[in-house]
């Protein structure tokens, strides 16, 4: 996999009723907070919208395939080197915080019980 590369998307929103919280407390009416929070989700869409226009032209332009992850809080993203390097350098993507080093000893650290660890 070494002609391709794993980054991290970071949307600029957290959850919904949190996000408004933050506009309610910074805008003079209530009004004013939806305004701040539909103008932070266009600034979302707009990000989803350039990441799916640069997977597509690389789909269309290259034979490099982008694998994606989704969870709750977190969206990686597995693509070609080109299309990786496109989306760090427009700010749309940020290098993983994971090393795969790092990753791997977690995951293989046997002193990690879930259910022990869930009851703390």
């Known amino acids: 996999m070494k ?11 957290f959850k919904q009723g949190d996000d408004l919280a933050h506009h309610l407390e910074h ?11 539909a103008a932070q989700m266009v600034v979302v869409s707009n990000q989803l919208r350039a990441i799916a226009a640069a997977i597509r032209e690389t789909e ?3 034979t490099g395939l982008v694998d994606v992850e989704a969870g709750t809080h977190f969206i990686g993203l597995t693509g070609p080197n080109h299309l990786i390097s496109r989306l760090l350098k427009e700010e749309l993507a940020h290098e993983s915080e994971w090393e795969d080093d790092e990753e791997d000893e977690y995951l293989e650290d046997e002193t990690w019980d879930d259910e022990e660890d869930l009851d703390e």
């Open 60 to 62: 269309t332009n290259s």
């Open 3 to 13: 002609d391709k590369k794993f980054v991290e998307i970071w949307l600029p929103m």
């Open 27 to 37: 805008s003079s009416s209530p009004a004013e907070a939806f305004e701040g929070h």
